[in-house]
């Protein structure tokens, strides 16, 4: 099976633009969550969907925005892009098995404000 | 709510030794998962091991074993045989049932030398 697919890989933006990342998960997985990694804050939970319903959102400002489609693929859009933004933003989907809840990271989205 | 603490910002171990890599949580919820991830330079986030709370015994994979004591809200990392591809950040999570948010500690890194 193919794993997390994230698009783009790497991402330079100026403040105030807006900017949409797109992950496909992993086949059959139904659920999708978004992270954001930057040296300062850690590892910081955004939001995550299933079967096109949001079911959990972390403590961002409504700049930070996403949306899951039929096909389970899911984007995130960030507007009026700040330098604090900068940072490596990590989906993740998941599937529960017989062992339980896993989830399966992609590579990331390194985005650069400028 | 929930919160993870890794106490050890570096660690070093040499090719073939075992390492203990420290983790403590706090969670008021009884249903929970706890997790080891690996982020090589690659910066793909790696699930390494995870554990639910109600099992008792320890969980295995290969080289990595966890020891957890659920009293002491501890769930440390064992690497055993350490190998040189075994370098990266290492970072402790927890999780409630049925859904994807993550808290995730703020991560060791490891290295290992030959």
């Known amino acids: 099976k193919a794993g997390v697919t994230q698009t783009p890989r790497y991402l330079i933006k100026t403040r105030g633009q807006q900017v949409t990342l797109s992950c496909s998960p992993i086949?059959?997985?139904?659920?999708v969550s978004w992270y954001q990694q930057t040296p300062g804050q850690g590892l910081q939970f955004l939001f995550e969907y299933f079967s096109e319903t949001q079911r959990n959102k972390g403590n961002f400002p409504g700049r930070f925005s996403g949306r899951q489609f039929s096909n389970s693929r899911s984007e995130m859009n960030v507007s009026t892009l700040e330098l604090g933004d900068s940072a490596l933003y990590l989906c993740?989907?998941?599937?529960?098995?017989?062992?339980?809840?896993?989830?399966?990271f992609g590579s990331g989205t390194q985005l650069s404000v400028l | 709510a929930q919160t993870v603490t890794q106490s050890q910002p570096e660690m070093s171990v040499q090719e073939a030794e075992t390492v203990t890599l420290s983790c403590t949580y706090d969670?008021?919820?009884?249903?929970?998962?706890l997790f080891w991830y690996k982020q090589p330079p690659s910066r793909q986030m790696i699930l390494v091991i995870r554990q639910e709370a109600y099992k008792q015994q320890n969980a295995t994979e290969n080289r990595f074993s966890v020891n957890f004591q659920k009293a002491a809200k501890s769930f440390s990392l064992k690497i055993s045989d350490s190998q040189l591809g075994d370098t990266a950040m290492y970072f402790c999570a927890s999780g409630l049932y049925n859904t994807d948010k993550l808290i995730f500690g703020t991560g060791t890194r490891l290295q290992v030398f030959p």
């Open positions: 969670t008021s919820e009884n249903n929970y998962y």
């Open positions: 086949s059959g997985h139904r659920s």
């Open positions: 993740a989907s998941s599937q529960f098995d017989r062992e339980g809840e896993k989830l399966f």
